[in-house]
């Protein structure tokens, strides 16, 4: 009789354990995050645009570029703060600043794509040697 009540408690805390353990495993595969993906689908400068040569072109300093931003988490939104860019020209072992840009504060939702477009004022402090030396 007393093999029985050890062979029931030893039954039930392996119940017991394995039910916790099942319970901390699908908690974490659905707590955990992953990073949001970032990238730059198009850049454009028309100042540095070699067949258009117009002074209108050759005078924007303008920097165009759409931000592609990707949350791939399925129960989690972002909140992202501001986003600072900063161009640079990279020729051989100098660079040259090309220009500064911020993205506002945004909310992204869970499982969502979203899209920053912008149009921003380049520094050109060489413009000349960068348009040379493309």
């Known amino acids: 009789m007393a093999e029985d009540g050890a062979a029931a408690c030893y039954w039930c805390c392996c119940r017991v354990i394995f039910t916790s353990g099942l ?78 840009y911020t993205v506002p504060s945004f909310y992204q939702g869970h499982g969502k794509k979203a899209r920053r477009s912008a149009v921003g004022c380049g520094v050109w402090g060489d413009f000349e040697r960068v348009n040379s030396e493309i």
């Open 23 to 100: 319970t901390a495993l699908f908690m974490w595969l659905s707590l955990r995050t992953y990073k949001p993906t970032c990238s730059i689908q198009d850049f454009y400068v028309p100042a540095l645009n070699k067949t258009d040569n117009s002074t209108t072109a050759r005078n924007n300093h303008t920097i165009a570029f759409d931000l592609k931003l990707q949350n791939e988490m399925k129960d989690k939104g972002v909140n992202y703060a501001n986003i600072n860019m900063t161009f640079f020209y990279y020729q051989n072992e100098s660079r040259s600043l090309v220009g500064n």
